[in-house]
Nanobody, 119 residues
Framework: QVQLVESGGGLVQPGGSLRLSCAAS????????MGWYRQAPGKERELVAI????????NYADSVKGRFTISRDNAKNTVYLQMNVLKPEDTGVYYC????????????WGQGTQVSVSS
């Protein structure tokens, strides 16, 4: 059974930092591209950052470049999202995603963790 369990969300003031973690089980973690998505109230889910398997190459949404860093520890089956200089517009539910394959990808999602940025 595949599980992606996010943690680390919470309430933070603008300019603050949070570190999200996503622990994976039931998959060969190193074979998966891992991503973080977020969904704000009334908006569609959007990609925040993705880190490919093994090579560790990462891509970011323009809105978070220079502020967020995605990383992975294949030995711990965990992906992280370090979020700095948080803004109110970063508020939303953050979801962990695991994907393998290109033509017909297999995708798994976590249950989400709430991030709220407010003074």
């Amino acid at each position: 059974q595949v599980q992606l369990v996010e943690s680390g969300g919470g309430l933070v003031q603008p300019g603050g930092s949070l570190r999200l973690s996503c622990a994976a089980s039931g998959i060969t973690f190193s074979m998966y591209d891992m991503g973080w998505y977020r969904q704000a109230p009334g908006k569609e889910r959007e990609l925040v950052a993705i880190i490919i398997r093994r090579g560790g190459i990462a891509n970011y949404a323009d809105s978070v470049k220079g502020r967020f860093t995605i990383s992975r520890d294949n030995a711990k089956n965990t992906v992280y999202l370090q979020m700095n200089v948080l803004k109110p517009e970063d508020t939303g539910v953050y979801y962990c995603n695991a994907k393998i394959g290109t033509t017909v990808p297999t995708t798994y999602w976590g249950q989400g963790t709430q991030v709220s940025v407010s003074s």
